[in-house]
């Protein structure tokens, strides 16, 4: 919660005597600095004001890829400072993917040396990991890795052996590869390691461990992979192999005392695995090389492991279906503001109701946020900051404020306006809504 | 034409022997600087080539507009720096409109110091247009300003009294304003003094004088000018009024010897006005007033204007049209680039025909290029440079090259994007196309 008391009527700021309480010292200031203007001479006036204000969710996110293009360490601190400026408290760092590999791992050098679109300008160090996350700290902004496995993840399988699934065609590899090798121990011996590094370098609770979109035909043409099926009683069920594979990496982060953050498709296969029959085998040749018996089962992993929806078709069911399993969820689904379109497209992030589906006051409750996703198909430092800002305050506000009192985007459309002019003054290239001008236009190239 | 010989086999730069000639020094240097290419250890190298090139079209330009939003001479220069980097050589500058009216004027101060978004910080001095003209210049582009009425001219009101008809509600004025009042004989004098300055400033031949878009219901509404049209003759046949005041201000153009592009609007009028039957008739009630003979007339401009088509829908047969009467094309229509899709959008661009309709051979020959435009609404500083770049370099090729040669979007993608890495090292921001990397990605914030 977060106080601010300005008195008296109207003051030279230089004179202002503030009584100010500030319970959430970030926020608070930065509300604070926004009630700072100027008048027609340039002189800088607090008029008098109280507010006692407050998020309406704890988790309001942005996400950043930096796989499918590299982005700068100075393009990510802009992006925290124009964060902290829209209240943002979370930077969704969805580090590597499929395109490269740009974390450089102290345990395993070869994923960046030969995972990265370049081996020394293309990656991220430890220095510069611990500068974005002290940065973001500065701002009262949480930095979650995202590790996204089994799938995306053909940049890893360059400094990493046997880690991807080799695929057949007929009875010959093919010399492709698919997703992470779910059937080898050394599989899991390598996440327990990289996790237990990631763990210490990100100090967040939270860890985002993907787990979407998951493509089988690779799995099914590989033989090993067919015999463990078997083995395991999972049948022709390969979302029950996608399960196993994912309840064993949460179950390795929750050991180092992290949270898990995993995207909707992981309570998918769940739903599918659960409607299936009952009893699953382990034999020999299985790393638990014991025959046991497994009940049916609901989703084996731990309670608070938070599910994040993506998929925009139907999410308000899904938004349904995670919470009735009384699971805490992050909405992503409507803000994928890499999809652009002409005209004032912002509208899209701010009319999303996060809590309009079907489902009790309990269930509302475990929507915890949500969070604006920049996929990186088409931005890199050359467009980020236009493509992200303002677009994405608008989402911000959404999941900040009172519902009721921001139901219109006609009322917001100035005061967006205004924002992103003080975004440009600072420095931020926040793009124009329509036809106008700032005070303050972008001096930069 | 330009030829460019490199020999011998593959040199390093700062040994090579060229035997070149440049017939076109801007375009044939830019060739040159382009095929220079660094090996993994940086140093720069020309393998032996020999180049006979020539445009195919010889009007190849960019429209941006500095109305809707101001911007800065700075991000004016780089925009021409990259557009010689793509050898677009002219620069239509669209100065003014209805939002704002940043040029000032030395002989009516009062437009932009009463129409622009700022008097002082929002406007195009001498020198500012100076420095534009002659950095283009450099690069061999030519620069057209583009002074656009009768219609989008709201702001040319602000500081000249009596230029924009006076809207009536039923027999009152209702305080609202429409296009520029082409019955005063008062407004041909401000516009003769406006185009002898504008003439002199801009040295180039052709001027831009717009005509587009004129909406005809404050004409209507207006005593003053149903009584001009009753005079003259026109009915109510309002695009004889448009056409009357267009070939008025061609004709003022014309006697300061310049040659004047007008948006199709002034053909249609033209088309409209032919089209219509001999006789029309008007009575008490109606604004005319009177029964009147009106003869069939042909297009009262000079033979060397150049129609500039805009509209997207049936552009192909506008040109089919326009060329028949005889006159000159500039195509823009399929290369509004302000318009934004998400994905690889340059397609639409690249595969555009401009020649692709019917017609004679004499008729293509009148087509003598294309504009690449970038409207304002949407864009300025902040973002003006990663949406023109690299997707306004797809149309640069259709205008320069061989479209046998270029037919292919799948050939053309690995070369823009090595162009586009380029343009990046170059310090433009030009945005990525799809998944990938630069060498020298984009540095700053």
Redesign the interface.
Known sequence: MMIVRVTPMRTLLRDVSIDMYLSLSTTGLESFSQLVYQDEYGSYFVNKTEIDDFPRFKFRGILLDTS???L?V??IL?TLDAMAYSKFNVFHWHIVDD??FPYQSSTFPDLSSKGA??PM??IYTQSDVRRVISHARLWGIRVIPEFDSPGHTQSWGKGQPDLLTPCYRGSTPSGTFGPVNPVLPSTYQFMTKLFKEVSSVFPDSYIHLGGDEVGFSCWKSNPDVRAFMQKMGFGGNFPKLEAFYMESIVNITSALNKTSIVWQDVFDYHEKRSSLSVVEVWKDGCYLCEVRRVAKVGLRIPKDTVLHIWKGTGYKAELSRITKAGMRVVLAAPWYI??????QDWHNSYTVQPLNFSGTDEQKKLVIGGEVAMW????????L???LWPRASAGAERLWSDEQQTSSVDKAFPRLQDFRCLL?RR?I?????????C?H?????
Request: charged content about 20%; proline content about 9%.
């Open positions: 499918r293009h590299y700068p100075t393009a802009k395109p490269s679109f370049h300008t293309h890499n999809h652009i379109a002409y005209g990186g198909e088409y931005v890199d430092a050359t467009n900051h236009p493509r440009v420095g290239r926040a793009e124009p809504l329509f036809v106008g001008h005070k236009e972008y001096q930069g190239i």
